[in-house]
């Protein structure tokens, strides 16, 4: 596949870059380029901000529209994004990794389904409401659009992280400069493609390919009214001071460590459990922020467990990205590839068991390939067990009884996700509801539109997805009348 643009989307148009830089995206499976893009630098970004800030402002313009009208916009750009999907899923999994049945699942599938679930809700949604006064008159509440959004994302899900922040903003009335990051840049534009087709009107999407110093130059420019960031927890740390000084609102989805409970009556039988435990535990090569890489095994079972989790690291076919078959392809990048390698020599020095894996996959010469890997005996004090290693690493932990899984589950500075494996639900769900994180799964874990997303503790500040993730785009304005 080649991929070649000369033009960035902005204003509604294709316009030539300022300065010729180009970012060059290599597939990670076969350590081939995969073409070139320009690269936005801060000139790109001010043209960005300037067509975004014009789009808000015109009077009678997008933020102005009646919601249904937003509405069937957002409908036909989800739409044209559907009549793209393959495009998109082989982009992204040429470039990141990602195993092609997941981007067709998550990437492709989700992100049109996210704008039509934000399309219906502001179709429904009351922006205005009239309150009798408590000191006579009336109140009106009004709940306006936050203005030029910000909208910064990682690698590892370009599509479904751009659509967490594209579809509620667009909803609300806001319009947006996107940062797709320099390893997964091809898909965004298919994404201008479809916006384009779809007639969204010119500047409500503008799109930034460009790396750390355009995202900075974003962050703080005085166009901006808020921020949407998706990535790791010390550039969430750094844009956050940023918006704290600018009094800008921001939202920060940031990394995880999340803990897997196994509870004592679980049923350990991989024709029962191994998928969704897979799911939950290996998405994208382990590249996803929510996986629950900390599985905690009762005593009682605990080597059971860890004969479970061992036979299924083994079990999974390791290969290109682009393989029908691969369930996991490589790491995003040969620096990527080293930090995880960093973190299994770390495992192994700090004197966890390491049960399968460990090393690179035989018969694979080229690609940035690691083995899918299982520690037991690992304590939760440890490097492995506190840090978040973005690889397909698990460790396997011991405990005694509920409350002492509950808290290991609770000792990280990290609280995004999490699961809890059970014969019995109500069980799981009660075990869940003492788990300090953001979101959390009883015998499966998939983040669903509907229920706001995002992480406690260092995992973040804010909530994407669900009516709350509409409600980060609009504030509110009272008159009283
Ligand atoms: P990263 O933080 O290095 O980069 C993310 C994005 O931010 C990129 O577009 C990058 O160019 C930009 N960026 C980096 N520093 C910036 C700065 N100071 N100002 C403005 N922009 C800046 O993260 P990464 O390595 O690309 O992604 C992996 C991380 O993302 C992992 O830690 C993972 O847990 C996290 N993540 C979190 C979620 C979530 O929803 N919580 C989802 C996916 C990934």
Known sequence: MDHRHEHLYIGGAWVRPATDRLITPVNPSTEEPLGSVPEAVEADVDAAVRAAREAFDAPGGWAAWEPGRRADVMERFAAELDARAESIAS????????????????????????????????????????????????????????????????????QVLSTFKIAPAMAAGC???????????????????????????????????????????????????????????????????????????????????????????????????????????????????????????????????????????????????????????????????????????????????????????????????????VFADVDNASVLAQEEVFGPVLCVLPYDDVDDAVRIANDSDYGLGGTVWTADPERGAAVARRVRTGTIGVNRYLPDPVGPFGGMKASGLGRELGPDGLHGYLQAQSLYL
């Open 91 to 158: 982009a992204v999994s040429s470039q990141n990794g990602m195993p092609i049945g997941t981007a067709r699942q998550l990437e492709a599938g989700y992100p049109s389904a996210v704008l039509r679930y934000y399309a219906s809700l502001t179709r429904t949604m009351e922006f205005t409401e009239t309150r009798p006064g408590l000191l006579g008159g009336q109140v009106e509440v009004r709940r306006v659009p936050v203005g030029v959004v910000a909208a910064i994302v990682p690698w590892n899900y370009p």
């Open 175 to 373: 319009t947006v400069v996107l940062k797709p990051s320099p390893e997964a840049v091809l898909d965004s534009f298919v994404v201008a493609e479809a916006a384009e087709a779809a007639g969204v009107p010119a500047g409500v999407l503008n799109i930034v390919p460009g790396g750390r110093d355009a995202g900075a130059h974003l962050v703080s420019h005085p166009g901006v009214d808020k921020v949407a960031f998706t990535g790791s927890t010390p550039a969430g740390r750094a844009i956050g001071e940023v918006c704290g000084r600018l009094l800008r609102p921001v939202t920060l989805e940031l990394g995880g460590k999340s803990a897997g409970i196994v509870l004592d009556d679980a049923v350990l039988d991989p024709t029962v459990i191994g998928e969704d435990l897979v799911r939950a535990t290996f998405t994208n090569n382990g590249q996803t922020c929510f996986l629950s890489t900390r599985i905690l095994a009762p005593r009682s079972r605990y080597t059971e467990v860890v004969d479970l989790v061992t036979g299924l690291a083994r079990s999974l076919p390791v290969g290109d990205a682009l393989d029908e078959r691969t369930l996991i392809g490589p790491l995003v990048t040969s620096g990527q590839r080293d930090r995880v390698e960093g973190y299994i020599a770390k495992g192994r020095a700090e004197g966890a068991r390491l049960t399968t894996g460990g090393g690179r996959p035989a018969g694979l010469d080229r690609g940035w390939f690691v083995e899918p890997t």
